[in-house]
């Protein structure tokens, strides 16, 4: 009966390590720090540098790649400097590319009077998946938020101005995301656009009702944001 309590006891003050509780994560993953080598612990935390990834999802990200094939693991490495080394922004739109233009600005059959607004080029993706806009894009870069540092000068208001007054813009959609941030720069935009050279004759719009309030673009169905954009309405 003795070794049977002592085992027991031996056994529970090893089980958060195999089975550990919500809220107590911050010793396992001390833990894990403490055995992984030197190596995998940096790339753990690496991956939890990114959006979306904890400690637990990394370690399990971590562990993936060291029990894939080397090629593999190599061919993830390679991608990942090829986008940062390869990928910048459309000088004219703000769009991702690997050129000095982006495939959408260098496409002849757009509506080159009609440019959207958006926050970041995930929206413009997005967007192009609905099959109901042909226009330009313009992207910000973000959204004007001076709790978090985010200014008009840290994002591409100038050079959305300066399209305006390069002419031949007819129409302006700002599709900003439907919360807070994204209606505050709408807000904006729509001052800005009104009083600057060249916006006086230019139809603002914004996109109409039916997202998520709250919610971002990027998450928004194609069918609610074709709605969106045929249901737009002029501010």
């Known amino acids: 009966m003795g070794r049977q309590k002592a085992a027991a006891r031996t056994l529970t003050s090893y089980a958060p390590l195999f089975f550990p509780k919500h809220g107590k994560s911050s010793e396992t993953d001390g833990y894990a720090a403490a055995v992984l080598s030197p190596s995998v612990d940096n790339l753990v935390a690496q991956l939890t540098r990114l959006p979306g990834i904890g400690t ?8 993936h790649l060291l029990s894939a094939r080397k090629e593999e693991a190599l061919a993830l490495a390679s991608a990942i ?26 496409d002849q059959r757009r509506d080159r009077t ?10 413009v993706i997005s967007l192009e ?21 985010v200014e008009p000068e840290h994002l591409r208001i100038d050079e959305l101005l300066q399209r305006v007054a390069a002419g031949g813009v007819e129409e302006i959609v700002l599709a ?18 009104r009083s600057a050279p060249g916006g006086g004759g230019i139809r603002v719009t914004r996109l109409a009702s039916g997202l998520p309030v709250g919610g971002a673009l990027e998450y928004a169905d194609e069918v609610t944001l074709g709605r ?8």
């Open 81 to 106: 400097v090829d986008v940062k080394e390869r990928v910048r922004f459309c000088r004219d739109c703000g769009n991702l590319t690997e050129e000095e233009l982006c495939g959408i600005c260098l």
């Open 56 to 63: 637990r999802t990394a370690q399990r990200l971590a562990f």
């Open 176 to 193: 900003t995301n439907p919360n807070m941030t994204g209606e505050a720069t709408a807000a904006y935009l729509a001052d800005r656009l």
């Open 129 to 149: 998946r609905t099959h109901e806009y042909r226009g330009l894009y313009h992207v910000l870069g973000g959204s004007l938020s001076p709790l978090d540092g």
């Open 228 to 235: 969106a954009l045929a249901g737009r309405r002029e501010l």
């Open 114 to 123: 009609l440019v959207c607004v958006v926050e970041q080029p995930m929206d």
